[in-house]
């Protein structure tokens, strides 16, 4: 990321409309779908960021920002998005092997005499009609009302590079699900390939048997994941939409169906806390074998028993991959509130009798119940299951909907009472955190206290109030 800010600057200074040839949009398509190690691709929407963080009001740097957007009112038009997209493999720190950014410019004569204007010593590309500008990792280009930055580490020459990457902007649109993705209209959108993932991927993954890495190939292949995020009045959200193959959706170890029956079981009243998992562990034994990590997973086995069960045993047989945990506050006679929880751990075929076979880490330290189906670990016989499930806050109605669910309710927690560092004082701005996921995708969702004002605006604010605290701590 500390590469990507000064590099979305620039392009957010020449990013401007009026162009006459392939759209933007289009010319960005056709390169991704033409360049098969693109693992990542999306796009940014400044100008809907900027306005939504209402810009203008930050103090000091509000006015200089919006003075300097104003010099370019005339030839710049932040109403189209930055795209970008991001080539594999990644090493070992977690870069890229390159990084593309795509944005539309009124004309190349007017960028060119700019970025010259700024020191940028643009070179003249007379084959391939474009200018561009090159320092070390880095080239910036453009041709006609398409402006190109590329970042790629160990490249000393991005000549034959710039015109390979105006040609594939130049190949006809498909209809696919790239072309979906990128058309999808949110503040930020960021779509993986999960095919080029794996095909790009140098890491343990490689050391597979050749017909696994081929079996694997096939299982992902056509397979994609689109993350949408969204800055909206009192809330933040993360949308997760897994378009998988048929082949991939089978071999993901998570049961498609509720876990109702396991709120009915976990406990009472209103937590403040909540996650319920529901695993299909017939699926992951079966995936464990056939991509030969029985050794990993035997390890994670013995630290359940003490006895000779196998990892099959344990996560099958014995229990059947629902588990849930629900958090509450308990007021202590003394005064004042502490934190009780309830854990509730499902059986397999084996029952009560398979369950007795285990350790579990920290048990000894908990009251539980033993029934036949399932087991319940607690710390307060208060909040033990009732006649009543339990009840969780506005927002988080479909909590336990989807195989993997949670939420915090935050609104009046006593945050100083935690001791948290300056970085989490957010918390205190936050009603409540929703997130779920199944095989199709999922949701997470940050509500604010403050319903009305935009959810990126109440983030500036409060990041702006912590700092100028903390420059006033320094000086004083």
Known sequence: MKFLIPIILIFGLFACSGSNQKSLQDSFTSFVQSNDKIVGFGSIRIKDILTKADYTKIPKYGPLLASQLAAFSGTVDFEKPLYFAVEGPFDIEGYPAALYLFAESKNQDSVTNKLKSFGFDMIKNEEGKYNYYQDKEFSISVKESLLVGVLKPKTTEFKGLLSKIYDQASIDVKDDKIKQF?????????????????????????????????????????????????????????????????????????????????????????????????????????????????????????????????????????????????AYDEMMEEGGMTPVGNLFVGFGKQGKTGFEKLNVPGAGLLQKDIFENHALFYLSENFKPSDNQIKVPQGCENFGMKPISGYAYLDGLAIEEFELGEEFKFIEKIDHIYFEYGQDGGVLKVRSIDSKTNFLKQSVDQALTQLSEMLIKMVL
Not at 273 to 282: P, S
Not at 285 to 305: C, G, I, R, T, V
């Open 182 to 326: 990128i058309d999808t209209k949110s503040d930020i959108v960021a779509g993986i390939n999960l095919e080029s993932l794996y095909s790009t991927s140098n890491t343990d993954l490689e050391k597979l048997p050749k017909d696994k890495k081929q079996a694997l190939l096939s299982m992902v292949k056509g397979s994609f994941v689109l993350n949408s995020l969204n800055f909206k009045a009192g809330e933040l959200e993360l949308k997760i939409q897994n378009f998988f193959s048929s082949a991939l959706t089978q071999k993901i170890p998570l049961k498609n169906s509720s876990s109702s029956e396991i709120l009915k079981k976990i406990g009472s009243g209103e937590p403040r806390l909540g996650l319920l998992l529901n695993f299909d562990f017939l699926k992951l034994n079966s995936l464990m074998e056939e991509f030969n990590l029985q050794d990993e997973y035997a390890q994670l086995a013995k630290n359940f028993s003490e006895k000779e069960l196998t990892s099959n045993e344990i996560f099958g047989d014995i229990l059947n991959g629902q588990f849930g945990m629900v």
